[in-house]
């Protein structure tokens, strides 16, 4: 299962033609508010609309500033390169936090087995063995451990000098410890038994508060929501 916009049409192609020569599996493509140009022998698209702009934002930026062990250094980004984020951005927000929309969807549908993976990745030889994965989880997906404990985004988030970046949302949903690891949600394996985390995690994503204020309580989106 795979989600995209118009936008990212083209590097979703480049997916489906990696699982097209490396899995035996089905995909579903779903889009948002835009058709599947591109046909592949084994895919199935889902379109699903929605009332709000999913156009996501990127800044085009020539370089960026990386601070990398103590050293601040400029990174020039490639010709192609698509640009940076802007997670401030509502439109960004609404599309990459449509992920658990399609899990849910998928479900409602009759799958019964599937892996997540984002739009934007291309999958080796050996991506059918995720499954093997399955016997680990029973009632919530899993996902891919993220490459640091915490995340920061503007100097904020550092659990040593203040609060952690998923405190504005915990403090919203009355949770008071953080008990999980960051998690990154480019490759989600999930059943129908998970239906009811994900119901939560779609129901969480269009909540009225996140929605006034998404870089405040879900700035690095789905994930920070998971």
């Known amino acids: 299962v795979t989600l995209t916009n118009d936008y990212y049409l083209p590097i979703t192609e480049r997916l489906v033609k990696s699982l097209e020569n490396n899995s035996s599996y089905p995909i579903i493509v779903y ?9 592949s022998p084994n895919m199935f698209t889902r379109r ?7 156009t996501a934002r990127f800044d ?9 062990q103590g050293e601040t250094v400029e990174v020039v980004l490639p010709t192609d390169s698509m640009g940076i ?3 401030n951005d509502l439109g960004t927000y609404i599309m990459l936090s449509r992920k658990p929309l399609a899990l849910l969807d998928a479900i409602n549908n009759g799958v019964e087995e599937a892996i997540f993976l984002d739009a934007d990745g291309i999958v080796k030889e050996n991506i059918d063995t995720g499954f093997d994965y399955l016997t680990q989880c029973e009632n919530y997906p899993l996902v891919g451990k993220g490459l640091f404990e915490y995340m920061m985004l503007n100097g904020i988030g550092d659990p040593a000098v203040g609060p952690t970046l998923e405190q504005p949302l915990m403090d919203l949903l ?7 690891y960051y998690v990154s949600t480019n ?10 985390f994900i119901q939560e995690w779609a129901t969480l994503a269009d909540h009225p508060t996140i929605l006034k ?3 405040k309580y879900a700035p690095y989106h789905d ?3 998971m």
């Open 213 to 215: 204020d998404n870089l």
């Open 48 to 54: 699903i609309d929605s009332e709000f702009n999913t």
């Open 60 to 68: 085009a930026l020539d370089k960026v500033i990386s601070h990398r």
């Open 85 to 87: 984020v802007n997670r």
């Open 187 to 196: 490759f989600i394996l999930f059943t129908s038994k998970m239906k009811p």
């Open 174 to 180: 009355g949770v008071t410890h953080r008990t999980m």
């Open 31 to 39: 889009s948002i508010n835009c058709d599947v140009n591109f046909s």
């Open 223 to 225: 994930e920070t929501l």
